[in-house]
């Protein structure tokens, strides 16, 4: 990828019976971006986010808010080459994390993607992350293991292994490194 590119994503999410769009701005070796998300399990909520990354794909920033009936929460999750705070505070558990994972979000399976370029090299083996985990709606922070295995290319994208827990799928990536389908999870809609 060379010079800079303005995307733009939508996505039906299954899981919570609602709807991603993600305005993606990539430069060489990192991203920004803005989503909104709604949807309807576990409850009803809107969600708002703005994501920053440094150098090399690595998360330096995720702002998020939800909105539900009963209130309205903000997080902000901020990484610095592994060290990480949850609204201000340090968390040492996420330490050596270098990525987010925002739920029931498709653009945040990019970053690993993008800095190992596992949309360009099949067959390179597992890799194998630790994550900070945004559950959605309720923004809870956790630590979480996740492996990303290359599969296969194809003509217009290639597909990778997610492996988390008991959870696996293989996910289809665009040439960009932007998820195209996420079975399970997410398709894309196209206008």
Partial sequence: ????????????????????????DLTQGALTARGRSVGLD????????????SDGYVTSRLHVTV????????????????????????????DGAVDCDLGLCPLT???PVLRHGLHRRPGTGPHHFLM??????????????QTYTPLARGDHGARVRYESGG??????????????????LAAPLTA
Wanted: hydrophobic share 35%; charged share 25%.
């Fill in 132 to 145: 900070a985990w945004v559950s959605v709606p309720d923004l809870a922070v956790s630590a979480n293991r």
């Fill in 109 to 111: 399976n990019t970053m």
């Fill in 167 to 184: 959870f696996r799928a293989d996910i289809g990536f665009d040439d960009d490194g932007l998820v195209l389908d996420y079975p399970s």
């Fill in 67 to 94: 909105e539900t009936a009963a209130s309205t929460r903000e997080l902000d999750l901020r990484g610095d080459r592994g060290r990480w705070t949850v609204d201000g505070a340090h968390r040492p558990d996420l």
């Fill in 1 to 24: 990828m060379s010079g800079s590119r303005r995307l733009v994503r939508t996505w039906e999410v299954f899981p919570g019976s609602g709807y991603s769009t993600a305005w993606v």
């Fill in 42 to 53: 576990p409850e009803p909520y809107w969600l708002t986010y703005a994501l920053e990354t």
